[in-house]
């Protein structure tokens, strides 16, 4: 066995994607065993990626993956991402720094590349704040108490001229993509999907191992035809002790491009006969949801919970890729452990666009790179970072400024798992 600093972190070969695989299930909690095919559907999954693994003598023993994405910042711009995934240490080589040599890797590899930012879904929310990750859109799911919504029982259809319609996995591969191309380019936080992700959300491809159960797909189009939204749903199969049907729908996911689409795919959700449970899946914490019910109560928070974060690799860029709501300038003391782009910066932002240049001015605000990035796609307050101690004003009524420039009317959201 080696000792513990000769521990070898470096991308893995073709020959040792199976045990890569075998640890990877192991540090996720899964059955250690894939299988050929899983093995065959994963090859297509992580193969355009950068997969990266440590190794104690011939054993993986640590994963890490990474691919290219890009991730639509305030205003509609499409930024190029580092995303990273599958971030698994094998329980007995845990605590010795194995993630931190992969993440510093994996991170100095995307700088030098010119990727704008990393991003991540967290398993744990204290494992990535150390690596200059911010939590920087926030998930919401509710939980619909169909009868008590007040939705009237005997409506048939949408009464805005559109229609719903129950389509096939093949539908949804020939629809679905273009209607999400239309939803992130208009969604901050959104990423980018590959083809793959409709192949896998359609049972084409199954790259988790559990066998494949086929959702229902409804469509919605618009009184001209348009197709404006999309949603894959379950249901179980309970009923209750006094003969009455008690089945609860579980939303995979739902995409809207317009509100009419949103409000009659939740419509015909929750007016589904039988169905008294309508689960939302993750969803924007502002989403329209509990008030295209009549009762908005009958719709509780279930879960609430940070969702992607984000590393920020180049302060300018990411500074000037988006927009702002007002006019006005701020001059950040940004401190990157990673040492990757820390500095004094200037931003002058207004409605034509915005700059950022180092200076020597002094601050106005002072902060963390991870504490920049929850800010960056307007989903915190640096009043309220402030108030917890995170970000420091060194001039009077600088976090009310970065509010006013950095905040956006509705929140960020990504829709995706990764
Ligand atoms: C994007 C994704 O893929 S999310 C999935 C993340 N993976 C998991 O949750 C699977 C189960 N967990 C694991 O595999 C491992 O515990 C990992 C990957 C989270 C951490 O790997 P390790 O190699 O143990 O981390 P490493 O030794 O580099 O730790 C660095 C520091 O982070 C801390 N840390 C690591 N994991 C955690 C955690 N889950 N909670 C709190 N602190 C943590 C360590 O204590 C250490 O702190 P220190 O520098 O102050 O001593």
Redesign the pocket.
Known sequence: MTSRTDTDVRPITEAEFPDWNRALNT??LQPPAVGAEQLEARRKQFGPGRLLGAFDGDRCV?TFRSFDQQVTAVGGALVQADA??????TAT?????????MMAQDLAAAKERGDVVAT?????Y??YG?YGFGPATTMTEWTVDVPRAGLDARRAAPEDGGRIDLVDGEDVRKLGPELHERLRRAQPGAVSRTELWWQIRTGVVNANGSPWTEPYYAVYRSADGEVEGMAAYRSDDHWGDAKQPLNTATVDWLLAVTPDAERDLWHYLCSIDWITTVKSGWRAPDDLLPHLLPDPRAARITTQADWLWVRILDVVRALEARTYEGQGSLVLEVADRGGLTGGRWRLEAGADGASCAPTTESAHLVLDVGELAALWLGDESAVRLAALGRVREERAGAARVADALLRTSRRPWCPDMF
């Not at 080589?93 to 040599?101: A, K």
């Open positions: 540090g996720f640590a990273v995934s599958s971030v698994t240490v080589h845990r605590r010795r720094g194995l993630l931190t040599r991540l879904i967290a398993a744990e204290p494992i150390r």
